[in-house]
């Protein structure tokens, strides 16, 4: 997918929700994974500006790369890797189609979905926000993001078959 799309993706999702919108890789190295943002869109989000500036070099670290672990981003990553489900709570991520988890940032919350490339996780959209604002909205969050995160996983796999067919 070219930026350019990408960038209009993450801000209708963000008009959208009125919330900070983030878009993660999955980094997969010998054995481990990790989540690696790729673009946040925070649009004029001051009071998530403001508490990231309150945040420890190792807490905005962890916004940028985390283990798969760590929050909702990397947890719906690690539900697909596997073909089978091992964990319950790997099932219900599955089942739902997106994760709910606090975020790296302290009082906010952050609601992620899968991206793939055909069969195969790549990476995940998030939405963050506060927790009062994601429990009031999740209705129209979860579907908005989960819309999203289809569109750009159908783009991603368009992308592959141009290139496919280019070569």
Known sequence: MDDGVLYRELSLLQRQTAQVVMVFSAVLVAGTGSRLCLHSNMAKRADFQAALARCTPQIRDRLTMAPLHADAAGLVIQAYLDDAPASRFTREIRAEGHALTPAPVPGWEMLAAPL????????????????????????????????????????????????????
């Open 116 to 167: 793939f490339r055909g069969r195969s996780v790549t990476g995940a959209l998030a939405v963050l926000g506060l927790p009062t604002q994601i429990q009031r909205h999740r209705h129209s969050y979860v579907p908005a993001l989960m819309q999203t995160a289809a569109r750009m996983s159908r783009r991603s796999e368009g992308a592959s078959a141009m290139a496919l067919t280019a070569a």
